[in-house]
């Protein structure tokens, strides 16, 4: 089967559950599709059943769909550049301490906290996985997902401040987060140890090189961008931004994501204040808001879909496991959240409810599930699929619809107090 055709059945999937979702069911588009998505993988396991071949057909379908590459190489650039587009620098200034932390400290804390607790809940469940597997799932579970968590957040109605919170630290700490999965998966692949050296510049290329590679390419589109007045022509050279610039920063080893998050950032602060007129600033936002929407429903859709592929993978003892670990997920979100705001707290006020909101507010999503599967079978890859499967399901239709309801009830009787 050709893109072309395999890129039609999945948009097809797509708009036919996002259809379903909006006229049965009115959940929020993303959390609707994926839960659609789910629905249908399931009645097509069960038609397996009694009719072998429907089930066979689907999974050579949805087989033939690399999910790390669609999402790490095709959907993320896309999807990060346009949350970071619509992100105001000053409230992301406001509040870059707490931001920093979380991002930095708070992944690798969870990481090795997650890691270690299901090291030793292996045993129970009839399972053993070496330690440094069991971090690496601690590590591709720990970064919040920044797709998930923009597309969510924007209808779960909480304040400017906590919302600056969850959406900054998310665009940012997927950076540390793979820094800390490719260390890692290098010791557990046997290619060396990593010396302070070695993760000092991998830190440095990734990260810093991520960073300043999106500020070059992000202020060369906005210098063409305030030479014209042209928005078709504005857009193509945003397309042109993302679409050349994340291929070029993964050619160079720095960290598109990052590089992404920066180019955004710039354009829809400094461009939009500076480079563009208001009918540029007009189709500009809505052409990205389209994009933003169309990629989502895929990714979601996606998401709910690859149950086709790893419900053989499911057993008793394996779906036990993975809901006790999605409790540990969130105690060591708790803590790599609690930790940060401590240490601010002298410095800065946090309102009632801070801890526990970003705590909920720490969604995991279609990330985790593509560096999941970039394991190594030795890696235990069948295994934490599973379990990042099952979390990631929860946080998103749990913890995601959640939210709002969780977030008034904190707030009931205190007003609109900042988070």
């Known amino acids: 089967m050709s893109i072309f055709e395999l890129t039609a059945i999945l948009l097809t999937l797509a708009a036919l559950l996002g259809f379903l979702n909006a006229k049965l069911f009115k959940l929020p588009t993303t959390i609707g599709i994926m839960l659609c998505g789910l629905g249908f993988s399931a009645i097509l396991i069960l038609a397996g059943q009694f009719f072998p071949g429907v089930e066979k057909m689907a999974d050579t379908i949805i087989g033939q769909v690399d999910f790390n590459e669609a999402l790490l190489d095709v959907m993320l650039s896309y999807l990060l550049f346009a949350g970071a587009l619509h992100v105001d620098l000053s409230d992301l200034a406001s509040q870059k301490w707490a ?18 607790v299901v090291f030793f809940l292996l045993p129970f469940f009839g399972l053993e996985l070496p330690y440094l597997s069991c971090l690496l799932f601690g590590a591709l579970i720990s970064p919040t997902d920044p797709v998930a968590v923009l597309g969510i957040l924007k209808k779960a109605g909480v304040t400017k401040s906590l919302e600056t919170k969850i959406t900054g630290e998310s665009l940012f700490n997927d950076g540390i987060g793979v820094v800390v999965f490719l260390l890692l998966l290098e010791v557990a692949s046997g290619h060396g140890q990593p010396t302070l050296g070695h993760i000092s510049h ?23 961008m305030r030479n014209i007045d042209n928005y078709q022509v504005e857009v193509l050279i945003t397309l042109a931004l993302v679409t050349g610039g994340y291929s ?26 500076l480079a563009m007129s208001d009918t540029t600033r007009h189709h500009l936002d809505l052409f990205w808001e389209l994009v933003d929407e169309v990629l989502n429903a895929l990714l979601f859709a996606l998401i709910g879909l690859e149950l086709l592929l790893i419900e053989d993978g499911f057993t008793l003892s394996l779906l036990l496991l993975s809901l006790v670990t999605i409790f540990v997920v969130l105690v060591g979100r708790f803590v790599a959240v609690s930790i940060p705001v401590s240490i601010l707290r002298p410095f800065r006020g946090f309102s009632h409810g801070a ?3 970003l705590t909920w507010g720490g969604l995991r999503g279609g990330i985790s599930v593509a560096l999941a599967l970039a394991l190594p079978a030795e890696a235990g890859r069948n295994t934490f699929l599973v379990m990042t499967y099952v979390v990631v399901i929860f946080s998103i239709v749990v913890q995601g619809l959640t939210l709002r309801p969780l977030f008034e009830r904190l707030n009931r009787g205190r007003g609109a107090s900042p988070v």
């Open 355 to 357: 801890i526990p909101m």
């Open 202 to 224: 991998l830190l440095l290329v990734e990260v810093v090189g991520g960073i300043a590679f999106g500020a070059l390419t992000g202020y060369i589109a906005y210098l063409l």
């Open 248 to 273: 070029l920063a993964t050619h160079l080893h720095t960290s598109g994501p990052l590089a992404m998050v920066v180019s955004g950032l710039m354009i829809g602060n400094h461009g939009r204040a």
């Open 99 to 116: 931001i920093t932390l979380m991002a930095t400290a708070g992944v690798v804390i969870s990481t090795f906290l997650v890691g270690t």
